[in-house]
């Protein structure tokens, strides 16, 4: 594990950009089907479980593509609530994409923002 030892009488100034992880970024891919409007995240790590989360974001109706090391989500018009098992089965974080996909459920959140955004467009 990496640490920063500080000692001494001396202020500390200066900035310093912590690394990017994969257990924060899963769940925020997941969390962009509730939103909106695009999002941006910044400095993801290029791994397999974020292409499969990619994956997950497109089967049910979002896009998302890498400009550099950020991804840049399209929020979906309508989500669909199936989620290819190929996909569901290929890791642990799918359990992330249970709250935007069922509309019994948590997903209510999901069905009001498509209410909202269809709203607010007429």
């Excluded at 089965?89 to 498509?114: C, E, K, N, T």
Aim: aromatic share 4%; hydrophobic share 45%.
């Amino acid at each position: 594990m990496e640490y920063i030892e500080v000692t001494g009488g001396n202020p500390l100034r200066g900035s310093i950009r912590p690394a990017a992880a994969k257990n924060s970024v899963l769940p925020l891919l997941a969390a962009t089907l509730l939103c909106a409007q695009p999002c941006t995240l910044r400095r993801v790590p290029l791994l397999r479980d974020v292409q499969t989360s990619l994956d997950l974001l497109r089967a049910v109706g979002s896009g998302a593509a890498w400009a550099g090391q950020d991804l840049v989500t399209q929020p979906a018009r309508q989500i669909s609530g199936r989620v290819p098992t190929a996909l569901a089965g290929a890791m642990r974080g799918s359990v992330f994409y249970l709250a935007a996909v069922d509309p019994r459920g948590m997903g209510r959140a999901a069905a009001a923002r498509r209410v909202q955004t269809g709203a607010a467009a007429h």
